[in-house]
């Protein structure tokens, strides 16, 4: 069975793992990605982890999965916020030249969208639509078992869509849209909501789901909009590719029983009747990043 | 050079055309497609077209474009509002039945589309999005020149994405969204709105554009809020799938001149920086109908 080298960089921790096509983790190594300290130390820190991989041999090619939208073209990160210098920086080149093996780079998201559908919640379905509902809301369109990563990598960017045009822009928190729904339905959003509807100290998008299992008024509210704006979303993601499977991640769908059904009902009510009954499942793998990273690899062997 | 059949099946007319793999029509016949006879006689005229083609002989496959979302598993349209009796009916496996050779079918938009990106305005490009912007709205997403139709045909139905939540349901138009990007910013919108504000009597989307370049205000507001509701639907469909380009097709482009300068500063204003210079191109096949249907078979053969 076919190995490959999967490369999961976070800007708090770095994965190296074998993985083979399955999707099963053969070996892996975890560090501190040191994401402070430039491009050079952060990959040659990594060259060292492969090294220090006993099945690296058997790998016949190297996949990596990073934060910030990727020029698939290029093999650079297009905006890399949480990694020191590495905008544009030629990673795939740097990897390439080192290993002198194939070497694919995609978005974190889009690497974890891919270990759903081809190992994942999403297996055997042709078109796979993963999301993170998270401190923010990112996507994957996964078709046929390739990720469709666009002109700069930009797909998947679905926390930018606007649910709702009239609410303020927030230029203080970050420079998406006005109404986008990350700043409306993330975990940051309910939190930041929260904060200012129910009480300055609350830290957590749990304490908020607890409030509302408790009955607070301000909770509910905040929860069901929460619940609507991201159906809204959702039916704007189906309008455009029609996936027969929505697998969702994040640390919010930890409170899934408390706003899935109403999330659900109001993407039903959004879209077309022939619609109503696509299935949203959970994301069910552990380390999607690292084996997402690695099936890049056998995903684009097969085209 | 392989040939395919391409057959057009439209509300008015259908087309049969012998084409080629470089989207070169050899040999084509229309007639009237008998919409109202059902079925069975509007494909047997069909049939009897397909056997007057004195080259229908070296066709490899048969591909089929039909208006309304398409089934492609099970071959057949899930929803025909012009066609009567062909919901659900198994219009693939007659063709088999009757020429045994492949068959392809899939919506009219997404094979006009995939038409552009093969041998049109989207040639070469990865991530096509082509939409029509004419009495309705509809698109299509072409990935490395394969159509993503979705689960029951629904993908490119983005007419029906919400632009603005607040602008009334329009129950007595159609069931679409409120605030439907097509009940905002189509062809008949724009009439329906031009009737309202300006003049009952006015019937088509040029008399508004025309009385907005002699400098009618209700008209220059209606068409600068079209454009900038086009914007904000095609921003939606770029953080889904950052397209590499928009080809546009549809009569309401005929007056491109005096929108779409706003529609792209609209478009620009509401995505990521880096998604700023996606291109805006007209579509330029004359019949990409019956020639993206022929292009089906050659696009599945790939695979």
């Known amino acids: 069975m076919s190995r490959y080298l999967g490369i999961d960089i976070g800007g708090t921790n770095v994965r190296v793992a074998v993985v083979d096509e399955m999707g099963e983790i053969i070996e892996e190594i975890k560090r501190p990605s040191l994401a402070t300290e430039g491009p050079e130390i952060v990959l040659n820190n990594i060259v060292d982890m492969i090294n220090n991989l006993e099945h690296f041999k058997d790998c016949l090619g190297i996949g990596i999965g990073i934060p910030g939208p990727v020029d698939t073209e290029r093999g650079c990160v297009s905006l890399a916020t949480n990694l020191k210098g590495f905008t544009g920086y030629p990673i795939v080149d740097f990897f390439k030249n080192e290993f002198k093996l194939p070497v694919y780079m995609d978005n974190d998201a889009n690497v974890a969208g891919l270990a759903e559908a081809l190992v994942g919640s999403g297996k055997g379905k042709r078109v796979v639509y993963y999301f993170t509902h998270s401190t923010g809301i990112g996507g994957a369109l996964v078709v046929d ?3 469709v990563s666009g002109n700069k990598g930009y797909a998947g960017e679905v926390g930018n869509i606007v649910i709702d045009r009239s609410r303020p822009r927030l230029s203080d928190v970050n420079s998406l849209n006005a109404g986008a729904v990350e700043n409306e339905a993330s975990g940051s959003a309910i939190v930041r909501k929260a904060q200012k509807l129910i009480d300055p100290e609350i830290t957590s998008g749990y304490q908020v789901f607890k409030l509302y299992e408790e009955g607070n008024e301000a909770a509910k509210e905040i929860i069901d909009n929460m619940s609507y704006d991201m159906g809204m979303m959702l039916s ?9 499977v929505f697998v ?7 409170s899934r029983d408390l706003y899935w059904d109403k999330m659900i009902a109001a993407y039903q009510d959004l879209v077309h009747p022939q619609m109503r009954d696509t299935e949203f499942v959970m994301a069910s793998l552990e380390e999607p990043g690292v084996i997402g990273a690695a099936m890049l690899c056998y995903s684009k062997e097969e085209l």
Do not use: F, M, S
């Open 145 to 147: 078992g390739h990720v």
């Open 236 to 244: 704007c993601i189906a309008h455009v590719c029609d996936p027969h």
């Open 248 to 254: 969702v991640g994040g640390g919010v769908t930890k």
